[in-house]
């Protein structure tokens, strides 16, 4: 069982920055798919970025390719999601998930862990 907390959310105007944090409730030894998932209301959630801690290259949904940007913290517990240049459209509640695989999942229904989600508002 593998726990997650989310941490970092809040509101900034568009063009600013935010650094979420997802935590785990073990360090990470080994294989571990991680992602960073959104909702917005109304809509389905999708996927921001995903990767498995083993592997180097996160996916990017395109969506933030070029602004957000995935690091492993050096203690290896904890995921961030630096957010550059964020746009109204990035407004929604950011979810982190866990599952213990080799692959690289993208599709949130495949994660087995949840955290309890932190919001993102970005408006003027």
């Known amino acids: 069982q593998v726990q997650l907390v989310e941490s970092g959310g809040g509101s900034v105007q568009p063009g600013g920055s935010l650094r979420l944090s997802c935590t785990a409730s073990?360090?990470?030894?080994?294989?571990?798919?991680m992602g960073w998932f959104r909702q917005a209301p109304g809509k389905e959630r999708e996927l921001v970025a995903a990767?498995?801690?083993?592997?180097?290259?996160?996916l990017y949904a395109e969506s933030v390719k070029g602004r957000f940007t995935v690091i492993r913290s050096n203690d290896r517990r904890t995921l961030y999601l630096q957010m550059n240049n964020l746009k109204p459209e990035d407004t929604a509640l950011y979810y982190c998930?866990?599952?213990?695989?080799?692959?690289?999942?993208?599709?949130?229904?495949?994660?087995?862990?949840w955290g309890q989600g932190t919001e993102v508002t970005v408006s003027s």
């Open positions: 990767l498995n801690w083993a592997v180097v290259s996160p």
């Open positions: 073990e360090r990470i030894n080994g294989y571990l798919a």
């Open positions: 998930g866990a599952k213990k695989t080799s692959w690289v999942l993208t599709t949130w229904g495949e994660y087995d862990y």
